[in-house]
Nanobody, 115 residues
Framework: QVQLVESGGGLVQAGGSLRLSCVASRSGFGWYAISWYRQSPGQERTLVAQLRPSGGTVYKGSAEGRFTISRGDASNTWHLEMNNLQPDDTGVYYC?????????WGPGTQVTVAS
């Protein structure tokens, strides 16, 4: 079993930046990808960015060009750097890691962007 915990959310003005972090309870658990999802009020959870073990990245929608997903210095840590945040970016951000044993999810961190 692996636990993921997100941090770094908060309240920011439009145009500001936040850096989210995802920390796993252990490293080497065979993840296929590290993904960040956002669930905005009244909407479904949607993929924002994904990092593959090869280092390849995927960005969806308006995250392209504004967000950067990366590994941290520790092997069990990943980040989502978010720049030029807009009110539409408001929501709960979840870290997810699919593995052979299923997908692990963190509890989420709230990001609120004020106009």
């Amino acid at each position: 079993q692996v636990q993921l915990v997100e941090s770094g959310g908060g309240l920011v003005q439009a145009g500001g930046s936040l850096r989210l972090s995802c920390v796993a309870s252990r490293s080497g658990f065979g993840w296929y990808a590290i993904s960040w999802y956002r669930q905005s009020p009244g909407q479904e959870r949607t993929l924002v960015a994904q990092l593959r073990p090869s280092g390849g990245t995927v960005y969806k929608g308006s995250a392209e060009g504004r967000f950067t997903i990366s590994r941290g210095d520790a092997s069990n840590t990943w980040h989502l750097e978010m720049n030029n945040l807009q009110p539409d970016d408001t929501g709960v951000y979840y870290c997810a890691a699919p593995t052979n044993g299923g997908t692990y999810w963190g509890p989420g961190t709230q990001v609120t962007v004020a106009s």
